[in-house]
């Protein structure tokens, strides 16, 4: 998929889940960088990629406060980061005030082989997910992807809450399936 700036803001707009695919695909390295940069010290991995993707999030969720006559599109989306990331490091502060040794890991470096093997098992998840009809994908991706309550989902789709359930416990079995058969 390669579209220009001004569609991929109407695609999201309009919900379009592979525009937000690609929305992520080409701005992850410069919100991680600037993430990593407001977040490095003091704090892990998880927090950095947990504000990543609550930054998109916010991107997907004020999209139509986005305005092309003052800014552009990346710059909108670094100052978004910025925020997210000082909001962020703000809160982890006061967190972890105190740290205790103990509360320290170590951790078995990542090897190239657990790296591939960690990206296949990825790639086979979202070919699973992209599987699915499209309401399915939708109620998927809202609930485990954007953390969506369940009561919102079921109001905007229309679902009772034992279809919303099935529907979900169908999708998970489906990826255990897909994943166990290695």
Same mark, same amino acid.
């Given at each position: 998929?390669?579209?220009?700036?001004?569609?991929?803001?109407?695609?999201?707009?309009?919900?379009?889940?592979?525009?937000?695919?690609?929305?992520?695909?080409?701005?992850?390295?410069?919100?991680?960088?600037?993430?990593?940069?407001?977040?490095?010290?003091?704090?892990?991995?998880?927090?950095?990629?947990?504000?990543?993707? $609550?930054?998109?999030?916010?991107?997907?969720?004020?999209?139509?406060?986005?305005?092309? +006559?003052?800014?552009?599109?990346?710059?909108?989306?670094?100052?978004?980061?910025?925020?997210?990331?000082?909001?962020?490091?703000?809160?982890?502060?006061?967190?972890? $005030?105190?740290?205790?040794?103990?509360?320290?890991?170590?951790?078995?470096?990542?090897?190239? +082989?657990?790296?591939?093997?960690?990206? +296949?098992?990825?790639?086979?998840?979202?070919?699973?997910?992209?599987?699915?009809? +499209?309401? $399915?994908?939708?109620?998927?991706?809202?609930?485990?992807?954007?953390?969506?309550?369940?009561?919102?989902?079921?109001?905007?789709?229309?679902?009772?809450?034992?279809?919303?359930?099935?529907?979900?416990?169908?999708?998970?079995?489906?990826?255990?399936?897909?994943?166990?058969? $290695?």
């Amino acid at each position: 998929m390669n579209i220009s700036e001004s569609e991929l803001i109407s695609e999201i707009k309009k919900r379009n889940l592979n525009a937000y695919g690609f929305l992520i695909k080409e701005y992850t390295k410069y919100v991680y960088y600037l993430t990593y940069n407001i977040l490095n010290i003091g704090n892990s991995k998880e927090d950095i990629e947990e504000c990543v993707a $609550d930054v998109f999030l916010e991107v997907w969720l004020k999209i139509n406060e986005f305005n092309s +006559e003052r800014s552009n599109f990346k710059t909108w989306i670094l100052i978004l980061t910025k925020f997210k990331a000082l909001t962020y490091r703000r809160k982890l502060l006061k967190k972890n $005030d105190v740290v205790s040794i103990d509360d320290y890991q170590l951790e078995e470096p990542d090897t190239v +082989e657990k790296q591939i093997v960690d990206r +296949e098992t990825q790639k086979k998840l979202l070919e699973t997910i992209h599987s699915f009809n +499209e309401k $399915d994908k939708e109620l998927f991706i809202r609930r485990y992807f954007y953390n969506e309550k369940i009561s919102d989902i079921m109001q905007s789709l229309g679902l009772s809450r034992s279809a919303l359930d099935n529907r979900l416990l169908r999708g998970r079995k489906r990826i255990k399936e897909v994943l166990s058969c $290695d």
